[in-house]
T-cell receptor, first 115, second 110 residues
Framework: AAGVIQSPRHLIKEKRETATLKCYPIPRHDTVYWYQQGPGQDPQFLIS???????DKGSIPDRFSAQQFSDYHSELNMSSLELGDSALYFCASSLGKTGRTGELFFGEGSRLTVL | QKEVEQNSGPLSVPEGAIASLNCTYSDRGSQSFFWYRQYSGKSPELIMSIYSNGDKEDGRFTAQLNKASQYVSLLIRDSQPSDSATYLC??????????WGAGTKLIIKP
């Protein structure tokens, strides 16, 4: 069965550079979530999209932005990178009439290292 | 006080025993409750969801929900070394936000 696809899997950037992460949700899933997870921490919710519209916003820095495209894939854009942005970034998708379901399917994550 | 609380552990359980993981939440209007398993460096994986009071069994896993006491637990019977992971409790609160606990690290000792 198709799963959530994230790319790239690993990314190394310098401070103040820009990075873009991509996420392809499970086909027919209508909601996409982005999470950031630092070492030993629980996943921190960044932002979500339901049917291509932003549905909820968490602790996403102003330097970050995200969008969901017409084919339902999503991109997380991170600018002016800081050392503290080094983390695993997970994308997850779910299926729900209202987009309000906690049954999330996660991608394998993108590991961002900022030097 | 965090909205969803879990003991961080580690919780050490002998192989073959029952592992009991607990989670409490503060929003009394929460309706949906989830347990995710996360191996080190991997993504979280949904293992149980529970929506009504009582027990829900799936193989070796049993989720228990008590809305009056605002806790949800996960029991793992016949624990195996492969069950060693961090278990994350997630709660959909009354604002339809999915709130995560910090996770309990479970170690199954052979």
């Amino acid at each position: 069965a198709a799963g959530v696809i994230q790319s790239p899997r690993h990314l190394i950037k310098e401070k103040r550079e820009t990075a873009t992460l991509k996420c392809y949700p499970i086909p027919r899933h209508d909601t996409v979530y982005w999470y950031q997870q630092g070492p030993g921490q629980d996943p921190q919710f960044l932002i979500s999209f339901y049917e291509k519209m932003q549905s909820d916003k968490g602790s996403i820095p102003d330097r970050f932005s995200a969008q969901q495209f017409s084919d339902y894939h999503s991109e997380l854009n991170m600018s002016s990178l800081e050392l503290g942005d080094s983390a695993l970034y997970f994308c997850a998708s779910s299926l729900g009439k209202t987009g309000r379901t906690g049954e999330l399917f996660f991608g394998e994550g993108s590991r961002l290292t900022v030097l | 006080q965090k909205e969803v609380e879990q003991n961080s552990g580690p919780l050490s359980v002998p192989e073959g025993a029952i592992a009991s993981l607990n989670c409490t939440y503060s929003d009394r209007g929460s309706q949906s409750f989830f347990w995710y398993r996360q191996y080190s460096g991997k993504s979280p994986e949904l293992i149980m969801s529970i929506y009504s009071n009582g027990d829900k069994e799936d193989g070796r896993f049993t989720a228990q929900l008590n809305k009056a006491s605002q806790y949800v637990s996960l029991l793992i019977r016949d624990s195996q070394p492969s069950d060693s992971a961090t278990y994350l409790c997630a709660v959909m609160n009354s604002n339809y936000q999915l709130i995560w606990g910090a996770g309990t690290k479970l170690i199954i000792k052979p």
